[in-house]
């Protein structure tokens, strides 16, 4: 059974910074292009950043600059560095795979996932 599971959300002011984890489990996923997408109250899901099986990164320009996203395949786990947080950073975080191996993550990008983790809240105070 596959499961994903986020960690690291919290409360932090704006300015801040937090790391997420998600640990993937019932599947290597090193093949497979990884993300992390976010959801606020009132607003859809949208696409922050992807990782490709290659290690090829894309960011939402609302993140760019200020988070990383990384991996660490022997762990089967995902991180997400954010710096520099903003009062409109705030959603619920989720970590996402690809539903094909060997890929770029575009159709992710799209929201066209494999696996969705639960989810990690992120607020900030001003």
């Known amino acids: 059974q596959v499961q994903l599971v986020e960690s690291g959300g919290g409360v932090v002011q704006a300015g801040g910074s937090l790391r997420l984890s998600c640990a993937a489990s019932?599947?290597?996923?090193?093949?497979?292009?990884m993300g992390w997408f976010r959801q606020a109250t009132g607003r859809e899901r949208e696409f922050v950043a992807t990782i490709s099986w290659s290690g090829g990164r894309t960011y939402a320009d609302s993140v760019m600059g200020r988070f990383t996203i990384s991996r660490d395949k022997a762990e089967n786990t995902l991180y997400l560095q954010m710096n520099s947080l903003k009062p409109e950073d705030p959603a619920v975080y989720c970590c996402a795979t690809d539903r094909r191996a060997y890929t770029g993550g575009q159709a992710m990008r799209q929201m066209t996932v494999g696996y969705w983790g639960q989810g990690t809240q992120v607020t900030v105070s001003s």
């Open positions: 019932g599947r290597d996923f090193s093949s497979y292009a």
